[in-house]
């Protein structure tokens, strides 16, 4: 008889049996143990909210080319709060109320753009922004409101709006508009800046904060900068968050929203190499505010350090140099005025100049001033001041300003009529009889300065003595030959010999620079559309009154073409880079030619030209010059400016004249003759040539031992 037991069959039955007891188990705990758990955890949570924000990376510092620390930056906290933490809380408004009080009392700032007054009676600001226009704009179109509608029924209406209670007072009522408008509108459009309510707060109300514990209030880390000198601030310039056109173009290179970027200067040029990479915290909390995770998933990376051309020394001086003489000249202006008969025309002041300093062998710039100027380090306290200014104290004139060039385009157009006039010579003479009349018929009459002081002219002089005196009428003679009845031949002749000195191109700077213009018909036909192109266009042109335009920057590397002999650099900013532990040389600039003027004979004449203006009879920089200890070739050039009483000064030189290490370009608007601002080149090369065995700088008009 067959078993009904067998071995194998109790085997089967038992793993049958176990099986059907595991699932049943699993099944149980999941339902009495795992699921209350689960849901108690939802219970005590609520809603989950998730946070993404970004932890600063430690931007990378700035030093001159000597190594002095320009800026830093320094660990700081800033306090951020959370839309989505806010809004649902019925105590929003009090948790809101007390962090502007507490802040106010700690004696900080906090953003707040909302465009209405904050005090009685309150209405839109007059100087609103664009910005500020259009979030409100937007605001308005989101919830529906009329555009036209009373600042007191827009209060009324934000008051219903973030159910403000009716006994708190009118002015702390404006205060929490302000800050949840804040919020609300980066809500609403998504694609701004999250709101960082205040930056850069102290330890000690870190600490009081944490001790408050007041919903949706964050404390983040961040890095502040720090300026370690009130010098060269339109170089340096200055970092601040992202607009959301900043965005646009910044999101491509994998920046957060909220990043800190530069702004103006040498922070905005080198922006991706001083930035460093963010990192990334994950923070979960629930409806009341408790944080339940806090974890970084990347870590930040620091940026690189940056050494610039600029020489801190020498800036100063140059600052100096520019500040002292455009006060002292202001001053005379200003007795001569107070004293003054009726009659008399009031004399203008000086509202601007600028002075650039170069290396005469690899383009780097060492010193750019701009005047007025501004102070890095009270940058926020004098922003609304700085904006109205009438003088545009933050507009970099070095750079961005551009002028025309006076008698010290008169090298330029020496080249140009060496080059292309076959009888031309360094020793050819030229009569100047005070008058260029050849175009008298026309309606056209130019003179040399000379005959308007004296009636006279220089008489014969050759490309070395005219150059010297600044002989007008030398050079409307060489412009007319050039033209020889084909005036824009004689412009192509002119704007090419002037590029390749370096004018109305731009330099090479990294940081923003005009281009500046040449005097081309083209160039004229969009100035002034009804007017042709004349021989005359070319003679104003070539003796520095026509339609060319050239900023600081250029005139300065223009003169160091000339004086190492006809070799146009690129002009710098950034000498190295450095990595972040200073171990790892990046990048190390090497001088860069632009252009090289073949005919170094042509440019022996115009040195000794340049010379000349300094040393010879006659030169019109001798009176500051002659007897100085270095020899400084150099031209003046005095530019006469449409509606003006006083005309512009323009300078530039460089030294020594036999073994140049320097270049100098001087521009005071409303300056005079180019002869009142050479004081400041010279105070800049007292400065740059001290050693303790030659000599000592002193105050302009005493003379150096």
């Known amino acids: 008889m067959q078993k009904l037991y067998t071995p194998a069959r109790m085997v089967v039955i038992f793993i049958i049996m176990a099986?059907?007891?595991?699932?049943?188990?699993?099944?149980?705990?999941?339902?009495?143990?795992?699921?209350?758990?689960?849901?108690?955890?939802?219970?005590?949570?609520?809603?989950?909210?998730?946070?993404?924000?970004?932890?600063?990376?430690?931007?990378?510092?700035?030093?001159?080319?000597?190594?002095?620390?320009?800026?830093?930056?320094?660990?700081?906290?800033?306090?951020?709060l959370d839309w989505w933490a806010l809004r649902g809380m019925p105590?929003?408004?009090?948790?809101?109320?007390?962090?502007?009080?507490?802040?106010?009392?700690?004696?900080?700032?906090?953003?707040?753009?909302?465009?209405?007054?904050?005090?009685?009676?309150?209405?839109?600001?007059?100087?609103?922004?664009?910005?500020?226009?259009?979030?409100?704009?937007?605001?308005?179109?989101?919830?529906?409101?009329?555009?036209?509608?009373?600042?007191?029924?827009?209060?009324?209406?934000?008051?219903?709006?973030?159910?403000?209670?009716?006994?708190?007072?009118?002015?702390?009522?404006?205060?929490?508009?302000?800050?949840?408008?804040?919020?609300?509108?980066?809500?609403?459009?998504?694609?701004?800046?999250?709101?960082?309510?205040?930056?850069?707060?102290?330890?000690?109300?870190?600490s009081y904060l944490a001790e408050r514990n007041l919903t949706g209030v964050f404390i983040e880390t961040s890095y502040a900068r720090e300026y370690h000198t009130v010098h060269a601030p339109h170089l340096l310039g200055y970092i601040g968050r992202m607009t959301a056109e900043e965005y646009e173009?910044?999101?491509?290179?994998?920046?957060?929203?909220?990043?800190?970027?530069?702004?103006?200067?040498?922070?905005?040029?080198?922006?991706?190499?001083?930035?460093?990479?963010?990192?990334?915290?994950?923070?979960?909390l629930n409806e009341e505010g408790t944080v339940f995770r806090d974890e970084v998933t990347k870590e930040p990376e620091p940026g690189q350090h940056i050494y610039l051309t600029l020489d801190l020394d020498l800036q100063i001086a140059s600052e100096h140099a520019l500040r002292s003489q455009i006060e002292t000249i202001n001053h005379q202006r200003q007795e001569a005025n107070a004293t003054r008969d009726d009659d008399d025309?009031?004399?203008?002041?000086?509202?601007?100049?600028?002075?650039?300093?170069?290396?005469?062998?690899?383009?780097?710039?060492?010193?750019?001033?701009?005047?007025?100027?501004?102070?890095?380090?009270?940058?926020?306290?004098?922003?609304?001041?700085?904006?109205t200014d009438p003088n545009f104290p933050m507009f970099n004139r070095a750079t961005q300003a551009t002028y025309a060039p006076g008698s010290t385009f008169k090298m330029v157009t020496a080249l140009a009529g060496l080059r292309n006039i076959s009888f031309l010579s360094r020793y050819f003479p030229i009569d100047d009889t005070g008058r260029f009349t050849k175009y008298e018929d026309v309606g056209f009459v130019a003179t040399c300065w000379l005959y308007n002081s004296q009636g006279v002219g220089h008489r014969e002089v050759n490309l070395v003595q005219a150059l010297a005196c600044s002989c007008n009428y030398y050079f409307l003679?060489?412009?007319?030959?050039?033209?020889?009845?084909?005036?824009?031949?004689?412009?192509?002749?002119?704007?090419?010999?002037?590029?390749?000195?370096?004018?109305?191109?731009?330099?090479?700077?990294?940081?923003?620079?005009?281009?500046?213009?040449?005097?081309?018909?083209?160039?004229?036909?969009?100035?002034?559309?009804?007017?042709?192109?004349?021989n005359a266009d070319v003679l104003l042109a070539g003796f520095g009154q026509g339609?060319?335009?050239?900023?600081?920057?250029?005139?300065?590397?223009?003169?160091?073409?000339?004086?190492?002999?006809?070799?146009?650099?690129?002009?710098?900013?950034?000498?190295?880079?450095?990595?972040?532990?200073?171990?790892?040389?990046?990048?190390?600039?090497?001088?860069?030619?632009?252009?090289q003027i073949e005919e170094t004979d042509f440019i022996s004449y115009i040195q000794e030209g340049m010379v000349a203006v300094s040393t010879g009879p006659g030169g019109t920089g001798r009176p500051v010059f002659l007897n100085y200890p270095i020899t400084v070739a150099a031209k003046t050039g005095t530019v006469q400016i449409e509606g003006r009483s006083m005309n512009n000064g323009i300078f530039v030189c460089y030294a020594p004249a036999n073994n140049p290490e320097i270049a100098i370009s001087v521009v005071v608007e409303k300056g005079g003759s180019g002869s009142q601002i050479m004081a400041i080149a010279r105070m800049i090369f007292d400065h740059y040539f001290i050693t303790e065995s030659t000599f000592l700088a002193v105050p302009y008009g005493q003379m150096i031992p």
């Open 19 to 80: 099986l059907i007891l595991t699932v049943y188990v699993s099944a149980l705990y999941n339902v009495q143990v795992y699921q209350p758990r689960l849901h108690a955890d939802e219970q005590s949570h609520g809603r989950i909210i998730t946070r993404t924000s970004t932890i600063a990376a430690a931007r990378g510092n700035i030093y001159d080319r000597n190594g002095v620390l320009l800026a830093s930056g320094r660990p700081s906290y800033d306090i951020r």
């Open 91 to 206: 105590e929003a408004n009090d948790v809101v109320l007390e962090l502007i009080n507490a802040t106010l009392d700690e004696g900080l700032t906090y953003n707040d753009t909302f465009p209405v007054t904050r005090g009685a009676p309150f209405e839109y600001l007059t100087n609103m922004t664009s910005t500020q226009r259009n979030r409100l704009n937007t605001y308005f179109e989101y919830h529906g409101i009329n555009p036209e509608i009373d600042v007191s029924e827009l209060l009324a209406w934000f008051h219903n709006h973030y159910r403000i209670h009716y006994t708190i007072g009118i002015l702390d009522a404006r205060l929490i508009i302000g800050v949840r408008y804040e919020l609300e509108i980066r809500a609403i459009i998504g694609s701004i800046t999250p709101y960082v309510f205040s930056a850069d707060i102290s330890t000690d109300f870190v």
């Open 249 to 284: 173009v910044y999101k491509e290179r994998g920046y957060p929203m909220d990043a800190l970027v530069g702004k103006i200067g040498t922070e905005f040029a080198f922006e991706e190499i001083l930035h460093g990479s963010e990192g990334q915290r994950i923070v979960q």
């Open 345 to 387: 025309e009031e004399l203008e002041l000086i509202t601007g100049g600028a002075v650039v300093v170069t290396n005469v062998n690899t383009g780097e710039i060492l010193a750019a001033a701009s005047y007025p100027t501004f102070n890095l380090l009270t940058l926020s306290q004098d922003w609304p001041m700085l904006n």
């Open 477 to 534: 003679q060489v412009s007319d030959w050039l033209a020889g009845g084909h005036a824009a031949n004689a412009a192509d002749m002119l704007a090419e010999a002037a590029m390749e000195f370096g004018l109305g191109i731009k330099t090479g700077l990294e940081i923003p620079e005009a281009a500046g213009r040449l005097a081309l018909p083209e160039v004229k036909a969009l100035l002034k559309p009804t007017e042709g192109w004349y």
């Open 547 to 595: 339609e060319n335009r050239f900023t600081p920057v250029q005139l300065a590397n223009y003169a160091a073409t000339i004086g190492n002999g006809g070799t146009l650099y690129s002009l710098s900013f950034l000498r190295r880079v450095v990595s972040a532990d200073f171990t790892e040389p990046i990048f190390e600039n090497e001088p860069r030619i632009l252009n």
